[in-house]
């Protein structure tokens, strides 16, 4: 079936750093791939969707400035949290539509804790 | 707007017993979608429904649509242990960019 790679599945950084996550869909062609964001014992919410060789479509109060996507091809988009701040920690989730099924295959997430 | 509503929120239940989730929304929809997620881990696709009356069953999990009523179902069979995760549908709306809209999830817990 459709795989989503999802890096880094962790990763700890100090305040005002950045951090970027890769997600790739590993055996399809994504046209477009959503990101999406968890706080604890919440559903997921979504912040943007990623269309590859246009900008990205940001959900209403999602700072386009402080969350960069970069979808350049048909296999990777990139979120890059930029002058990170504690409150940005969260649970990050990329996702790519697999239109052959109608299905929508999720990255493993990656873990964002801003010390 | 699209709004997506799940109930219950918790669940407990003892090993053996059957129990309904049910996911209400709010606009026509293509389709529905049910996902699993276990603590700390990503989504796990469990069932994508497609058309009004389309019921797909895996092994104690069975999910089915009604598109008129703008609901569907997950139910359990004879709960096991192993059940234990948070069940979350999701939903595009017709006619949209094709971008989910979650439900609020149902954390379940299967007792011994």
């Known amino acids: 079936g459709a795989v989503v790679s999802q890096h880094p599945s962790r990763v700890i950084c100090k305040s005002g750093t950045s951090v970027k996550i890769e997600c790739r869909s590993l055996?399809?062609?994504?046209?477009?791939m959503f990101w999406y964001r968890q706080f604890p014992k919440q559903s997921l919410m979504l912040m943007a969707t990623?269309?590859?060789?246009?900008?990205?479509?940001?959900e209403q109060g999602v700072e386009k400035d402080k969350f960069l996507i970069n979808h350049a091809s048909l296999t990777l988009s990139t979120l890059t949290v930029t002058s990170a701040h504690p409150e940005d920690s969260s649970f990050y989730i990329c996702s790519a539509r697999d239109a052959a099924n109608y299905g929508y295959t999720f990255g493993s997430g990656t873990r964002l804790t801003v010390v | 707007e699209l709004k997506v509503e799940q109930n219950p929120l918790f669940l407990s239940m003892q090993e053996g017993k059957n129990y309904t989730i049910y996911c209400n929304y709010s606009?026509?929809?293509?389709?529905l979608y049910w996902y699993r997620q276990d603590p700390g881990k990503s989504l796990e696709s469990l069932f994508v429904?497609?058309?009004?009356?389309a019921v797909k069953q895996e092994g104690r999990l069975m999910a089915s649509l009604d598109t008129k009523a703008r609901l569907s179902t997950l139910h359990i069979t004879a709960a096991v242990h192993d059940l234990s995760a948070t069940y979350f549908c999701a939903v595009v709306p017709s006619g949209s960019a094709r971008q989910l809209t979650f439900g609020s999830g149902t954390q379940l817990t299967v007792l011994p």
């Open positions: 429904l497609l058309s009004n009356g």
């Open positions: 990623s269309n590859e060789g246009s900008k990205a479509t940001y």
């Open positions: 606009t026509t929809s293509d389709r």
């Open positions: 055996d399809f062609q994504a046209t477009t």
